[in-house]
């Protein structure tokens, strides 16, 4: 599961990054944003030229009718994206890039959960593989793709977001609309060395909070 995140680099670094071009989509988003939730228009990377769209998270499928199915589509399992009706439009033909500076996590007992930031190691921006979709009614939404946690991670979830390296991003992006399965294939845990976390303020359990306090380490938690 992924249900939270926080994208705030610099917008021009996003777009050196990413390799894309145009960048003005960039400058119309409320970003930095440290609080990401379901129901929130971000950006995300497309191809055909590779650039920025604002989409919302929480993919509603072009057939329907109720865009409440968002609530449910934050997240997409990568084991069965080609089956999955919501899904499958979406992986043959509408695959994206979303960017995240990191991810949240809970971890602890039950009644005394606590937040992780979960980072890349080295500093970049994450690279989270996503599926899109155009809807006449509803607009461009987008979703997570999910796989089997590395052994890190495993520690917290039993799911991790799929991290794409830069080298794969053209093979997922590529607009090919022929049978993508064998794309299923990049969609592994990352290596044990990629990401990194650190414990951060319980405020980021509200949505309504936002602001970089969120993602300062809690130097005094026992996590850390």
């Not at 796989?147 to 991670?153: K, S």
């Amino acid at each position: 599961m992924c249900a939270r995140y926080n994208l705030h680099s610099d917008q021009e670094a996003l777009a050196d990054f990413f390799e894309t071009t145009p960048t003005e989509t960039l400058v119309t988003l409320p970003l930095p944003n440290f609080n990401v939730a379901p129901t929130q228009q971000v950006p995300v990377v497309v191809d055909g030229p590779r650039r920025f769209e604002v989409m919302r998270w929480g993919l509603i499928p072009f057939w329907a009718k109720d865009p409440r199915i968002g609530r449910r589509t934050i997240n997409a399992r990568a084991e069965t994206l080609a089956g999955k009706p919501a899904f499958r439009a979406a992986f043959r033909a509408r695959r994206c890039l979303v960017p995240a500076d990191g991810f949240y996590e809970w971890t602890g007992s039950r009644g005394n959960r606590r937040p992780l930031n979960i980072r890349r190691a080295d500093g970049r921006p994450l690279a989270l593989a996503g599926l899109w979709e155009s809807h006449d009614e509803f607009g461009l939404t987008f979703t997570i793709v999910t796989t089997e946690p590395n052994a890190y991670m495993s520690s917290f979830h039993h799911r991790m977001p799929a991290i794409l390296e830069p080298h794969d991003w053209d093979a997922w992006l590529a607009a090919e609309e022929e049978d993508p399965a064998w794309r299923t294939a990049l969609l592994q845990p990352a290596a044990e060395h990629v990401v990194t976390s650190y414990p951060v303020s319980p405020a980021v359990n509200s949505v309504a909070n936002n602001g970089p306090y969120l993602i300062e380490p809690l130097v005094d938690n026992p996590l850390f």
